[in-house]
Structures are given as C-alpha cells and as structure tokens.
C-alpha cells in the first residue's frame, strides 16, 4: 500500500502562483509514473501533469507553460509548480501514483484562485 501525502493547497489571488507537493510512504516514486490530477465543482477528474519514471513529462493544455511537474526521488516527493494562476484553476488536486497494476491516489487538497 502506497499512502501519498499532499502539501495543502489554499487561496490566491489570479495571476499568482501556488507550489504543491506530494510525498510518497511505502512505495519508490522512482519506479512509478506520477501524476496530478484536479476535480473541479461538477466535473470529472481530469490529468493535469503527468511526470513518468523514465523522465518524461506531458501536461494538460490549459496548464502548458504554466504549471511544471518535477519529483525528487531522493526525497520520495513530486511537485507541481502552477504560475499564474486563474480562476478556471480552482479545484481540488490529486496525487497520483501508478506503478505496473497498481494505482493509489492522495486525498486531495483545495486550490482556490479569487479572480
């Protein structure tokens, strides 16, 4: 079992910027592929950064040039870096951990951006 801790989230104003982290316990972020995820109020549960075990990346349109998913696998811990936010951003953000069949997902952590 692969528990994924997540960073909170909070509220910041349009245009800021906001870091979330995710840590992994009982499992090697270096084997797995690493995604976040967010649901916003009515709407499925979308990827929206994506870091893969061998180091490649892919990301959600909307958050191209805005977001960047990173990990340290020294410290066991994925990030994603959201710059200038807006409030279409707002939602609830997922870690994500995917290693062969095996799937775990974090709790979730709230990310409000006031317009």
């Known amino acids: 079992q692969v528990q994924l801790v997540e960073s909170r989230g909070g509220l910041v104003q349009a245009g800021g910027s906001l870091r979330l982290s995710c840590s992994a316990l009982?499992?090697?972020?270096?084997?797995?592929?690493m995604g976040w995820y967010r649901q916003a109020p009515g709407k499925q549960r979308d990827l929206v950064a994506q870091s893969r075990s061998d180091g490649s990346t892919n990301y959600e349109d909307s958050v191209k040039g805005r977001f960047t998913i990173s990990r340290d696998n020294a410290e066991n811990t994925v990030y994603l870096e959201m710059n200038n936010l807006t409030p279409e951003d707002t939602a609830v953000y997922y870690c994500n951990y995917v290693f062969g069949m095996y799937t775990f997902w974090g709790r979730g952590t709230q990310v409000t951006v006031s317009s």
């Open positions: 009982g499992g090697k972020i270096s084997v797995a592929n």
